[in-house]
T-cell receptor, first 114, second 115 residues
């Protein structure tokens, strides 16, 4: 199964700033995803990162707030823009080789906004 | 509207006994179900899955049962070990268009296995 590395693993940021989270997969994968897990909640899909084209965002998430890049089949970034305390969450990168395989996850980025 | 529900936030079991984690879903379009295990400060790790064409799948100490008519699935761990102590997430998948299957997660059940 694919090994997914995320960085940073955690950060404390000031209100109004932006942070870019990087996700590296050790093999080429068809699909990459970004999730958010707020305290005590389930994992919520933010968007599907599409290689070479704009990401597909879920309801409630917009590109201006969460711009995503995916320049190739092994790498993606998620930026959390103009952060507020409500953005304090764990952000998780996920990948899947094909629809017949389960998704695998990185260890997440724990983000706290002051 | 929560489509995947894990109604027990926590569960404590004695070592060696059976752990049963439950999950209910509402969307009849779900056709693939997964269980993930999550340790603190780590990402979710895939544990076991089941397709909607089956009612049981077994992998070592872990067995998942699916009752489609009741829209219910359960994960059985036998025998339970202290290393099984973690948060368990139930997830369900449905086709979301353009060749993509989207996962919907429950809120998780924290399992504590007592030595």
């Amino acid at each position: 199964s694919a090994v997914i590395s995320q960085k940073p693993s955690r950060d404390i940021c000031q209100r109004g700033t932006s942070l870019t989270i990087q996700c590296q997969v050790d093999s080429q994968v068809t699909m990459m995803f970004w999730y958010r897990q707020q305290p005590g909640q389930s994992l919520t899909l933010i968007a599907t990162a599409n290689q070479g084209s704009e990401a597909t965002y879920e309801s409630g998430f917009v590109i201006d707030k969460f711009p995503i890049s995916r320049p190739n089949l092994t790498f993606s970034t998620l930026t959390v823009s103009n952060m507020s305390p409500e953005d304090s969450s764990i952000y998780l990168c996920s990948a899947r080789d094909n629809i017949n395989q389960p998704q695998h996850f990185g260890d997440g980025t724990r983000l706290s906004i002051l | 509207d929560q489509q995947v529900k894990q109604n027990s936030p926590s569960l404590s079991v004695q070592e060696g006994r059976i752990s049963i984690l439950n999950c209910d879903y509402t969307n009849s379009m779900f056709d693939y179900f997964l269980w993930y295990k999550k340790y603190p400060a780590e990402g979710p790790t895939f544990l076991i899955s089941i397709s909607s064409i089956k009612d049981k799948n077994e992998d070592g100490r872990f067995t998942v049962f699916l009752n489609k008519s009741a829209k219910h699935l359960s994960l059985h761990i036998v025998p339970s070990q202290p290393g099984d102590s973690a948060v368990y997430f139930c997830a369900a998948s449905a086709y979301s268009g353009a060749g993509s299957y989207q996962l919907t997660f429950g809120k998780g059940t924290k399992l504590s296995v007592i030595p």
